[in-house]
C-alpha cells in the first residue's frame, strides 16, 4: 500500500533487538492489525513495519481517514500486547538507540550520557529521532548525526 508523504507516524523502540523470527511474526501480527483498522467504522489507511530488528513504525495516511483517540488506543493496545508477548520494553522514551556503524544499539539515558562525556557518542554518531511525526520526516529527520538532532540540545553539555 503507497501513503503520503504526510502520512501521520508512531515509532516505537525496543530495548533489544528482535530475532529475525520475531521480527517476522511481528510483522505479520502488525499487518493483520493495520488491515482491520478502524477509527468510527472508517477504516484506516496504514502501513506498519519493523525497522533495524529494533523499531516498530505504524503509519496511518489521514489524507484518507483521520486516526481517532479510540483507533490510537487500539494500537498502544497491540503494541503493548507485542511488549508482553516479546518480553520487550516499547513505550520507555529514555531508551537511547543510536548507530555504531552499521549496528543499531540502545542504552538507557544514563549510559548515553556516559558514552558522551567519554566521546563515543559524538557530533557525527547518527541517532535516532523517534519524534518525527510524518512519513516524509521519517526518511528525512529519524536517523540524523547526533549534531542535528534534539539530543544535542538536552545533552549540549556534555559535549566535548
Excluded at 13 to 30: G, H, K, V, Y
Excluded at 36 to 41: I, N, S
Excluded at 118 to 127: A, L, N, Q
Aim: contains cysteine.
Amino acid at each position: 500500500m503507497e501513503i503520503s508523504e504526510n502520512s501521520r507516524v508512531w515509532i516505537y523502540q525496543a530495548n533489544r533487538p528482535f530475532s529475525n523470527s520475531e521480527t517476522a511474526q511481528i510483522e505479520q501480527t502488525l499487518n493483520a492489525f493495520t488491515d482491520g483498522w478502524h477509527a468510527h467504522e472508517h477504516k484506516l489507511a496504514a502501513k506498519a513495519e519493523v525497522r533495524y530488528n529494533r523499531f516498530i513504525i505504524l503509519m496511518v495516511d489521514e489524507s484518507v481517514a483521520g486516526a481517532s483517540g479510540c483507533s490510537i488506543d487500539k494500537s498502544s493496545q497491540v503494541i503493548r500486547e507485542l511488549e508482553q508477548k516479546y518480553n520487550v520494553s516499547l513505550f520507555d522514551r529514555f531508551n537511547m538507540a543510536y548507530k555504531k556503524g552499521e549496528e543499531v544499539i540502545s542504552c538507557s539515558r544514563q549510559e548515553f550520557e556516559e558514552l558522551l562525556q567519554r566521546g563515543e557518542i559524538t557530533p557525527e554518531t547518527t541517532v535516532f529521532n523517534n519524534t518525527v511525526q510524518t512519513k516524509e520526516d521519517l526518511e528525512t529527520r529519524w536517523e540524523v548525526p547526533f549534531k542535528y538532532s534534539w539530543h544535542s540540545v538536552v545533552f549540549q553539555a556534555l559535549v566535548s
